[in-house]
């Protein structure tokens, strides 16, 4: 299979707790390569946007909050079938149905603060790439 390319965020919970580095340990030693990487402090608005396909959950106000309460790391993960493999590592949403040794077991706080994100789909990889990314800035 080709390479792929998928776009993960280390929220605020985790940057806080000073877990970037177990984080970025936990996709290397999964074949994952960090392409691109950088350290930015969202506002509520850019926090908004990016989740803006939550907007009409009952949740969406808290997670921009969360989102934008301290830095979180915005990277892109290549690898071969780095969408699903990235989710793979990640866990479940809720870190109670976690598997074990996944990111959001070992490190999730709740179902909200639940340590990273990442895309879902090819369509959803590209778009939230491209929203915190130029192609410049992608270094394989
Ligand atoms: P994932 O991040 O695993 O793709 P979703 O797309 O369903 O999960 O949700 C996006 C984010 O919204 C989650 O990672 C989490 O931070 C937050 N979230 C999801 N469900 C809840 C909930 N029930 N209560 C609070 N926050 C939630």
Redesign the pocket.
């Known amino acids: 299979m080709a390479l792929e390319r998928t776009f993960s965020i280390i929220?605020p919970d985790a940057t806080k707790r000073n877990l970037t580095g177990a984080i970025v340990k936990k996709f290397e030693d999964a074949g994952l390569r960090v392409v691109a990487s950088k350290r930015i402090h969202l506002t509520m608005a850019q926090a908004g946007e990016f989740?803006k396909v939550?907007a009409e959950?009952p949740?969406y106000g808290?997670?921009c909050e969360?989102m934008a309460s301290a830095p979180i790391v915005a990277q892109v993960l290549e690898g071969e079938n780095a969408i699903a493999k990235n989710r793979e590592v990640?866990g479940?949403?809720?870190p109670a149905d976690a598997a074990a040794g996944t990111i959001r077991a070992e490190f999730a706080e709740?179902?909200?603060?639940?340590s990273v994100?990442?895309s879902?789909a090819p369509e959803t990889a590209a778009e939230e790439i491209a929203y915190f990314f130029s192609g410049l800035e992608l270094v394989g």
């Open positions: 929220k989740y939550h959950r949740f808290e997670l969360f990640m479940a949403t809720n709740s179902v909200g603060e639940n994100h990442g879902d």
